[in-house]
């Protein structure tokens, strides 16, 4: 089957229930996207399918329908997207396991919902779990970078 992931066409020969995160561990080598739990409860798999914000280890390849866009995708080293460079001022990461799932649920919201308030970060953002417990720093990079993508 076809996929395209952070802007490139890929022929995958796997089975049809193969979770979409070990397509692109295993297969493709995007190492960005992590497993966590394995039931699309802590988000450290989440990848954006077109805009919205999945769990890759309870998405099927079969279903994948639109582009997938992993934490790789997002930005570059030299260019980081509006939501990693927040990430980096605000200096959110800690252990950084989640942080790709973090990250990526971000862009979706914000793509979503250019300015969110308080509560709305932190509703669209609960299903992604920080052992650290940075969710402060989260929610201040978040709208850190709702201000720069305002701003252009």
Not at 64 to 83: F, K, M, N, S, Y
Request: hydrophobic share 40%; proline share 5%.
């Amino acid at each position: 089957m076809r996929i395209t992931v952070n802007g490139t066409a890929h022929e995958v020969d796997v089975e049809d229930d193969m979770p979409l995160l070990w397509v692109l561990r295993d297969v493709l080598g995007i190492h960005g996207v992590k497993y966590g739990c394995g039931i699309a409860q802590c988000g450290a798999c989440t990848v954006l399918l077109g805009d919205e914000a999945v769990r890759a280890c309870q998405t099927f390849v079969s279903d994948v329908d639109r582009p997938v866009t992993t934490i790789e995708g997002l930005g570059t080293p030299d260019a980081p997207h509006a939501v990693q460079q927040a990430w980096i001022d605000a200096q959110v990461a800690q252990c950084g396991y989640c942080q790709s799932g973090q990250i990526v649920s971000a862009v979706a919201l914000l793509r979503a919902n250019p300015a969110p308030s308080d509560a709305e970060i932190d509703d669209a953002m609960s299903g992604n779990l920080c052992r650290c417990g940075s969710y402060p720093r989260i929610r201040a990079a978040v709208k850190a970078a709702a201000k720069m993508l305002q701003e252009g």
